[in-house]
Each structure stands twice: as C-alpha cells, then as structure tokens.
C-alpha cells in the first residue's frame, strides 16, 4: 500500500500549485482521501478531506475559498488544487488515506505518502 505525493515546489504569493496524490494497494473510491501539511517548527494539522463518495468535502478555515479538494477514480489519484497561496501556505503536504469517518484528525487516517513541500515567498 502506497500513497505518492507529488507537484509541490516554489512559488510566489498569489500563485497556484496542484498537488497530487497517486494511490496503489488501496482505491480512492473507497478510502476517505486527507490532505495534511506540517510547516517548520509546527505540529502538523487537517487541510482538506473528500469523502470516498466524492460527494462531500471539508476544509480547515484558512484555505476555503483557495483550495480545492478531487479526485479521478479511474486514475486512482487524489488532487489539491492550492490558488492564491500565501507564504503561511508553506509547509510539507502528506496525502492519507483513512476507512473511518470523514476526519480532520490524523490518528484516523492510517496510510501516509512521504510528503511533498511546498514552499511560497512574498
């Protein structure tokens, strides 16, 4: 079972990255897919979440309106769109999967990709 993250990297204030999320030994059809980040020096906290159904996301208050959470079922891979970032945006972005509740919790999710950083400068 594995998760790979990928897409981060460098950008300004204001502009856009898509994070993806490919998933093998597990389908994104029937696991609740997270999005988590850990910035430097801080604990690592909930950034967005879609339902196995595909039919209901959630999102930690600062990135509504920013980001957006999908999925492809075909291709197996979770997606973060990030617009308008901002430098407090910068952190290294994990992928999770969980069969739980659709949690803003990470003791519930138990499968981790590796992480991918992203990093924005005013």
């Known amino acids: 079972v594995q998760l790979q993250a990928s897409g981060g990297g460098s950008v300004q204030a204001g502009g856009s990255l898509r994070l993806s999320c490919a998933a093998s030994?597990?389908?994104?059809?029937?696991?609740?897919m997270g999005w988590f980040r850990q910035a430097p020096g801080k604990e690592r906290e909930f950034v967005a979440v879609?339902?196995?159904?595909?039919?209901?996301?959630r999102y930690t208050d600062s990135v509504k309106g920013r980001f957006a959470v999908s999925k492809d079922n075909a291709k197996n891979t979770v997606y973060l769109q990030m617009n308008s970032l901002k430098p407090e945006d910068t952190a290294v972005y994990y992928c999770?999967?969980?069969?739980?509740?659709?949690?803003?919790?990470?003791?519930?999710?138990?499968?981790w990709g590796q992480g991918t950083l992203v990093t924005v400068s005013s």
């Open positions: 030994g597990l389908t994104v059809s029937t696991n609740n």
């Open positions: 879609i339902k196995w159904t595909g039919g209901v996301t």
């Open positions: 999770a999967a969980s069969k739980r509740v659709l949690s803003v919790d990470d003791y519930d999710y138990n499968t």
